[in-house]
């Protein structure tokens, strides 16, 4: 029998399965020709279970397509509300949120560097319904914690960059009264030890771009680690401790209202946004290149139409003008970088990091 014939057959029964209707293949499968030997009856079952196969198969994307997300999507950020991870989530899930009208919801599980938060998302079900928003900090882990219980490169699954900006060298104007990078390492160095920066926690890419800073200037700043960039940016500005080496995205605000000083960008040239605030090659600190960045992972077994679907959702949110202007205003610019090419990126911070924390003998305080 043609192939045709069976095919339009195999749509019929299957209609007929979902609609739970009576379906009577001996008097609509077309004449067996002399050559065919199955027997109608066991031809009958096998198309009816292959239709019925075919039909399980495709109901998760069909279903991704049309109907995810069907209840709130849980976002897991590593760190307490306030720092440079929340001030790209919040923004980027609320507006997903209004495209959607389905609640994307950020749950802060702060501590131990960012690590806490990870280790539970990796254990989260992988049904869609579970993301984690991580940093670059999470490419430095690895050579900080010898006993991480999660590997970011296999038990989750790469779906896209969110943003990547600039460290930021802040200080409180009442403590540390230099405006320039100059000024500001003749006074480190004619008061060693005397300041103190505060980190987001141990391993995060504050604590490393603070003694990747010390190493290259040889000059000495005593570490204070906290459980998250906006702890640290509270005592900060309340004058608790001297400076930080902050991402820009969360010291934006408070650079611009006055409440810390920046004293230069850590890389080659002027950040997005800030046009006032030189680099640190500027002040002459070549070769001091410190970024931090922000990505969404799924844990590993996540349906890979699912994460498709993430992604798109993601593109139409970063490239929407409101995101647009406010990532300027942080300070960076929209990413295009997904899926498996982020998760290559990832994987050479790792072994970027990973000689920062050997040369600089970076350890846990």
């Given at each position: 029998m043609p192939s045709s014939a069976w095919a339009k057959w195999r749509v019929r029964a299957a209609s007929a399965i979902q609609a739970d209707q009576r379906f009577t293949p001996e008097t609509t499968v077309p004449t067996k020709t002399a050559r065919q030997t199955m027997t109608?009856?066991?031809r009958r079952r096998l198309l009816i279970n292959m239709a019925a196969t075919s039909t399980a198969l495709a109901a998760p994307w069909v279903h991704a397509q049309a109907g995810w997300p069907v209840k709130p999507v849980n976002i897991v950020v590593p760190f307490p509300p306030g720092g440079g991870t929340d001030a790209f989530a919040r923004p980027l899930f609320a507006s997903m949120t209004r495209n959607l009208s389905r609640q994307f919801v950020i749950d802060n599980k702060g501590g131990a560097g960012g690590t806490l938060g990870a280790s539970l998302a990796a254990k989260a079900a992988p049904d869609g319904y579970n993301f984690f928003m991580g940093a670059v900090h999470h490419s430095i882990a690895p050579s900080m914690y010898p006993k991480l219980d999660y590997n970011i490169e296999t038990d989750f699954v790469p779906v896209g960059l969110v943003s990547s900006v600039p460290q930021v060298i802040v200080v409180n104007p009442t403590k540390v009264a230099a405006t320039t990078l100059p000024e500001f390492l003749a006074h480190l160095r004619k008061n060693p030890g005397?300041?103190?920066?505060g980190s987001a926690g141990n391993g995060t890419s504050h604590h490393l771009a603070g003694e990747l800073f010390k190493l290259q200037t040889k000059t000495f700043i005593a570490h204070i680690p906290y459980r998250?960039?906006?702890?640290?940016l509270q005592d900060l500005i309340?004058?608790?401790?001297?400076?930080?080496f902050d991402g820009l995205g969360s010291s934006a605000a408070h650079i611009k209202s006055g409440r810390l000083r920046a004293i230069a960008v850590a890389g080659d040239r002027r950040a997005p946004g800030?046009?006032?605030?030189p680099s640190t090659a500027e002040g002459g600190l070549a070769g001091y290149n410190v970024a931090t960045w922000y990505g969404i992972w799924a844990p590993k077994g996540t349906p890979r139409e699912l994460i498709t679907v993430m992604q798109n959702e993601m593109r139409k949110a970063l490239n929407a003008d409101d995101l647009k202007t406010l990532w300027t205003g942080l300070g960076t610019s929209t990413p295009n970088l997904w899926g498996d090419d982020f998760g290559r990126f990832v994987a050479?911070?790792?072994k970027r990091w990973a000689e920062v924390v050997k040369t600089s003998g970076a350890k846990l305080d």
């Open positions: 109608q009856t066991t005397r300041l103190n920066y998250g960039a906006g702890p640290a309340a004058g608790q401790v001297d400076m930080m800030f046009p006032d605030v050479s911070e790792i």
